[in-house]
């Protein structure tokens, strides 16, 4: 790398020492490159002014010209200066209340100024609170001036936006010839890409918007093509260095397609079992990602493939995160492959010691085909005789070294791994967190199944949503009523439930009700499900434990008390909890009047579809990618220009790329790509490497 771009920050003009550690602590500015792709996150535009007689109450942030007609200093009351700024159209006052003495030195009335900011209205009048004023001199006004984030600690050390872009414009007039580039000609060529240097001139100065939008492409397509690179290098590595065990006998699959299967497989279920076959075939591993919404179908698809997998010979082993899940995934497939005859059993930290010893003598000696479990499949006194495939539901509820116990479990092979999930992933994050993953999705509902209906109602309007409860509880029916309990806010929380409880208890006193939260012991909890499951209670009163798998097709109902405090992936993955007969069903969403404008969208966007994958792209335009799965932490998705939720175009097109680069040149040896081979180990020495599964 270029010895320029690494030199320590502290050396750059006008920083020093002192400034050098707080752009280190405040913006993670290290070096002269951290500082070139520390991007303006808007541009001022110089060539578009307002006119006073054209703002209003609701005008967003404004731009004006004009000349100062007057300034006061007032001492009454609170303190305030007051400059009058004048275009042809109008006169608009400008407030200040801090830093007076040292404001009124820099204003000078009959002088053309450049104003910025957002106006606001006070006794009627229109003005502006402090607001950023320049003094305008025509030859001296770039078109286009960047505006960069900032922060408190950093303006008191006089390091806001301006005197960034100040450090910008002198760290690029040092730099001619020393940025070095990192795409080849080849890409530069076939995709009209600006060169480096130029891109980062004009990220931060560009002379017209035209170049403005070359350098952003430019620079998305360079951080996204070498994040892609890493992924699908890691993949090449992962097939090359993990031998899997060819699983190809289809024989039991067809006998049960033919005559155990109850139903009709939609045409998404079939494309991804053909996916999944093909992977089993070959002499690699698989590393396969099913995305499912609620309801789809994931589990048969899961079925299936273990069906391949036990007429090779071999065993299957379905890790799901608890007992109860785990509980109802072994009764559902006891139940569709009672005509086949394939040993299955379950193993949990429930399962009795006699029955736990038998189950481990059968896996060991391979009569035992079957086992699904929780974490206790991890444990060192479990070997398999032949472990051919591991299927993992929800995978995020399992940590990288867990899943690589079970690889352990297989020494001279590493067991096929099937990944599914229910919760639907924006088809641009999954390129990114899973690009070393093969991706299924399964986008297709089974036939019959009606759409689940999503109201909301106001804590005004209980009365109305209790009548709809009691039609369905009266027709035999279940019902649903959920609280958030937030580990900040629990003990708020944990008395809420309590509360609720008791009024639905006042409310409904001829039908029998539960009450399931994570404060309860795992049997009681257990116990409760139990109960619901059989019937034997008509409405369960719970926190979010039941978020995830709960399978009851006579639930017709769920109720989610405020609605407004759930994300949209876990409103979607309650509402997944009814729906699963062949009843109507719905979802209430409760909230209060008083909603913020992200909280009433997320609502809508729930009332408006069923679709995951909408919601999921909603989810990640309101709230971003890095709180959408938790990794903004994780290095993997540490983009310093590239935007997930509007740059999906410019990933997928960066991944074609990288696929074309890696097809001709696996290792980059080729002098042509020199310069991405460099480039690629610096990052890779930078970030690191991530998980190979999921």
């Known amino acids: 790398m270029s010895a320029f771009l690494q030199t320590k920050i502290e050396y750059l003009s006008g920083v020093g020492p002192q400034r050098a550690l707080l752009l280190q602590r405040e913006v993670n500015v290290y070096t002269f490159e951290d500082l070139l792709q520390y991007y303006p996150f808007r541009h001022q535009d110089y060539r578009q002014w307002q006119k006073i007689v054209a703002i209003g109450s609701h005008t967003a942030r404004v731009q004006l010209r004009g000349t100062l007609d007057g300034i006061q200093l007032l001492q009454s009351g609170k303190p305030r200066l007051i400059a009058y700024l004048k275009d042809d159209t109008g006169t608009v006052p400008l407030v200040w209340f801090k830093g007076l003495s040292w404001i009124i030195k820099k204003l000078k009335p009959g002088v053309t100024y450049m104003m910025f900011g957002k106006p606001t209205i006070y006794n009627q009048q229109i003005s502006f609170i402090h607001p950023e004023l320049e003094v305008f001199i025509p030859e001296n006004t770039p078109c286009l001036f960047p505006v960069y984030r900032t922060t408190e600690r950093l303006k008191v050390k006089y390091l806001d936006s301006k005197y960034l872009a100040k450090l910008q414009y002198n760290l690029l007039k040092r730099s001619s010839g020393c940025i070095p580039e990192t795409l080849s000609d080849t890409l530069l060529k076939r995709y009209q890409l600006l060169d480096r240097t130029s891109a980062l001139r004009n990220i931060h100065f560009p002379k017209d918007s035209t170049l403005l939008q070359q350098a952003c492409f430019r620079l998305k397509f360079e951080e996204l093509l070498f994040l892609q690179l890493q992924l699908l290098q890691l993949r090449q590595k992962s097939v090359k260095q993990r031998p899997g065990k060819v699983l190809q006998n289809t024989q039991l699959l067809r006998r049960f397609y033919v005559y155990g299967l109850p139903f009709t497989l939609t045409r998404a279920q079939k494309r991804v079992v053909r996916e999944i076959y093909r992977d089993l075939r070959s002499a690699n591993q698989m590393n396969r990602l099913v995305q499912g919404d609620v309801g789809s179908g994931k589990t048969v698809v899961a079925l299936l493939s273990m069906l391949i997998c036990v007429g090779s010979d071999a065993q299957v082993a379905l890790m799901v995160p608890t007992e109860l899940l785990a509980t109802q995934h072994y009764q559902g497939l006891q139940a569709l492959i009672q005509s086949i005859p394939v040993a299955i059993e379950l193993l949990t930290s429930a399962t009795k010691q006699s029955k736990r010893r038998e189950i481990l003598h059968d896996l060991q000696v391979g009569r035992l085909k ?80 009606k759409p689940i209906k999503t109201l909301h109602y106001y804590d005004t309007q209980r009365l109305s949503v209790f009548r709809l409860l009691r039609e369905q509880m009266a027709m035999g029916r279940q019902v649903y009523i959920v609280y958030p309990l937030i580990e ?55 926190t979010t434990v039941v978020e995830v798998g709960v399978d009851v097709p006579n639930a017709t109902v769920i109720v989610i008390e405020n609605a407004e405090r759930f994300g949209l992936a876990q409103l979607h993955q309650l509402r997944g909890r009814v729906g699963r007969g062949r009843e109507q069903a719905y979802c209430i969403l409760m909230s209060s009047v008083r909603l913020t404008s992200k909280s009433r969208e997320r609502i809508q966007t729930m009332v408006n579809t069923c679709d995951g994958f909408e919601i999921a792209d909603a989810d990640l335009k309101l709230r971003g990618p890095g709180d959408l799965l938790g990794i903004q932490q994780s290095g993997v998705l540490n983009l310093k220009i590239a935007n997930l939720t509007t740059d999906g175009h410019i990933l997928q097109t960066a991944r074609a790329a990288a696929q074309s680069v890696l097809q001709e040149d696996p290792t980059l040896t080729l002098p042509k790509h020199r310069t991405l081979k460099t480039r690629l180990a610096y990052l890779q020495g930078q970030v690191g490497h991530w998980s190979n599964v999921g």
């Open 370 to 449: 079957i086992v699904v479990g929780t974490h206790a499949l991890l444990h060192d006194s479990i070997t398999f005789y032949n472990l051919g495939l591991v299927i993992i539901d929800e995978q995020h509820r399992f940590g990288v070294v867990q899943r690589a116990k079970l690889w352990a479990k297989q020494q001279d092979h590493f067991p096929h791994v099937l990944v599914m999930t229910a919760t639907p992933i924006p088809r641009t994050l999954a390129m990114t967190l899973y690009g070393d993953l093969d991706l299924s999705v399964i986008d297709e509902m089974p036939a019959g199944r």
């Open 488 to 542: 900040e806010s629990r003990k708020m929380d944990y008395n809420n439930l309590l509360d609720g409880y008791e009024s639905v208890c006042r409310a409904f006193p001829e039908f029998t009700i539960g009450i399931l939260h994570g404060q309860m012991q795992a049997a009681d909890k257990a116990y409760e499900m139990r109960r619901f499951v059989k019937g034997k209670t008509q409405l369960m009163v719970a």
